[in-house]
C-alpha cells in the first residue's frame, strides 16, 4: 500500500487492526485511538521509527515519549518494579496512568524514547483497539499525542488527519476518545527510601484522568512538589495544547473577537458541560479547543472550571494553552 501522498484510514476492526499492525512492524507510524486521546505509534526498539514520530510531530528531542505495553510483565522487561510500581499498575493498569520508572539495564528500546535520561514512562493501556494493536505487532509502541507538538491534543481522527494528514502511514479510526485528557504521568523516587523501605517520594508530573487523591489511597505517602526544571515526561513543557490564538482563562464574559468555551452556568458559545460535569468537560476540552482554533474569532476565553478532581487536570491544559 502506498502511503506516501496521505495517510490511510483504517477501520477499527480485525482487518485494520492486522494491516496497522504490519506497518508498525515495518517501522511505519500510525496514530490509534486510546482511552485517553489518539496517540501516533511506531515501534519503541528502532531509532529510526521513533525518530520519524519526532519528525512528524516536530517535537522536541530533549521530550521523553511514552511507551504503550501489553501487560506488567512486558513492562518489566523494560523498567525496574519496586513493590510501590507494582501497587499502582495493579490499582491502575490497563488505564490512564503513566509511571515513570529506572530503565532497565539493556532494555530494547531506541535512545531517543527516553531523551537521555535514566527512566522510562511506561503506560498499560485499556482501550481495546489499542491493546489488540499491541498484541498483533508484539512489540512495546512509543505513542505521543497524534498531533504537530505543541499544539492540540486529538481525541478523533478528524483531528488526526488535519494536524499530520500526509506526515504519517495511517490512521486507525476508533471514533471519539472517552476521557479526552492525557494520562496522568507519576515518577517514583528510588533516592526516597529509608533503611530499604520502598515508601519513598513520588511526584505527579502531569495531572491527568486519574486525582492525586487516588494516587495517595495506593502509595500512603504525600507526593512531593515537582521542582526540577528537567523534562522527565511529556506534558511539561511551559506552552503546550495550544490551539494557535490566544487563550484567556476564566472568562464569565466574552469579548466581541473571542469565542467563548463555556462551563456549568457559564453558557458560552459552547460549553464544556452545561450542567458542570468535569468528567464531561475532560472529554470535550480538545474537541472545543479545536473548534476554537477553527471558527472566525482571533481569539479564545474560557470558563472557570473548578480545580478539583479532574478539574485540576483540565486547569493544567488550560494554562500551558493560554502560555
Given at each position: 500500500m502506498d502511503y506516501a501522498s496521505r495517510p490511510a484510514v483504517l477501520t477499527a476492526d480485525a482487518a485494520g487492526i492486522a494491516e496497522a499492525a504490519r506497518v508498525l512492524r515495518e517501522?511505519?507510524?500510525?496514530?490509534?485511538?486510546?482511552?485517553?486521546?489518539?496517540?501516533?505509534a511506531a515501534r519503541a526498539d528502532r531509532d529510526e521509527?521513533?525518530?520519524?514520530?519526532?519528525?512528524?510531530?516536530?517535537?522536541?528531542?530533549?521530550?521523553?515519549?511514552?511507551?504503550?505495553?501489553?501487560?506488567?510483565?512486558?513492562?518489566?522487561?523494560?523498567?525496574l518494579f519496586d513493590?510501590?510500581?507494582?501497587?499502582?499498575?495493579?490499582?491502575?493498569?490497563?488505564?490512564?496512568?503513566?509511571?515513570?520508572?529506572?530503565?532497565?539495564?539493556?532494555?530494547?528500546?531506541?535512545?531517543?524514547?527516553?531523551?537521555?535520561?535514566?527512566?522510562?514512562?511506561?503506560?498499560?493501556?485499556?482501550?481495546?483497539?489499542?491493546?489488540?494493536?499491541?498484541?498483533?505487532?508484539?512489540?512495546?509502541?512509543?505513542?505521543?499525542?497524534a498531533n504537530r507538538s505543541g499544539g492540540v491534543s486529538p481525541t478523533d481522527a478528524a483531528h488526526v488527519l488535519s494536524s499530520l494528514g500526509g506526515r504519517i502511514d495511517a490512521v486507525v479510526d476508533g471514533g471519539a476518545c472517552e476521557a479526552g485528557l492525557e494520562s496522568t504521568i507519576?515518577?517514583?523516587?528510588?533516592?526516597?527510601?529509608?533503611g530499604g523501605r520502598e515508601d519513598g517520594r513520588w511526584q505527579v508530573l502531569r495531572p491527568g484522568p486519574i486525582p492525586e487523591s487516588a494516587l495517595r489511597a495506593v502509595l500512603g505517602t504525600p507526593s512531593d512538589a515537582v521542582t526540577s526544571q528537567e523534562i522527565e515526561a511529556p506534558g511539561q513543557l511551559i506552552s503546550h495544547y495550544a490551539?494557535?490564538?490566544?487563550?484567556?482563562?476564566?472568562?464569565?464574559?466574552?469579548?466581541?473577537?473571542?469565542f467563548h468555551i463555556g462551563f456549568g452556568a457559564v453558557?458560552?458559545?459552547?460549553?464544556?458541560?452545561?450542567?458542570?460535569?468535569?468528567?464531561e468537560a475532560a472529554a470535550r476540552l480538545y474537541a472545543l479547543l479545536h473548534e476554537g482554533a477553527a471558527c472566525a474569532q482571533?481569539?479564545?476565553?474560557?470558563?472557570?472550571?473548578?480545580?478539583?478532581?479532574?478539574?485540576?487536570?483540565?486547569?493544567?491544559?488550560?494554562?500551558?494553552?493560554?502560555?
Open positions: 517501522g511505519g507510524l500510525v496514530a490509534v485511538p486510546t482511552e485517553t486521546v489518539y496517540g501516533l521509527s521513533v525518530a520519524a514520530i519526532y519528525g512528524a510531530k516536530g517535537r522536541p528531542s530533549f521530550n521523553p515519549l511514552i511507551v504503550h505495553i501489553a501487560d506488567v510483565a512486558a513492562a518489566q522487561e523494560l523498567a513493590d510501590r510500581a507494582l501497587r499502582l499498575a495493579e490499582a491502575f493498569w490497563p488505564g490512564a496512568l503513566t509511571l515513570v520508572l529506572p530503565l532497565r539495564p539493556g532494555a530494547p528500546v531506541a535512545a531517543a524514547v527516553t531523551a537521555g535520561l535514566p527512566t522510562i514512562a511506561l503506560r498499560c493501556p485499556a482501550h481495546p483497539v489499542m491493546r489488540a494493536i499491541i498484541a498483533a505487532a508484539g512489540l512495546p509502541l512509543a505513542a505521543p499525542s507519576v515518577a517514583l523516587r528510588e533516592d526516597g527510601r529509608e490551539p494557535g490564538k490566544p487563550v484567556r482563562l476564566n472568562a464569565v464574559t466574552a469579548q466581541a473577537d473571542e453558557a458560552g458559545d459552547v460549553t464544556l458541560s452545561a450542567s458542570g460535569d468535569l468528567i482571533p481569539k479564545i476565553a474560557v470558563a472557570p472550571v473548578p480545580a478539583e478532581g479532574v478539574g485540576e487536570a483540565i486547569n493544567d491544559r488550560l494554562k500551558r494553552a493560554a502560555a
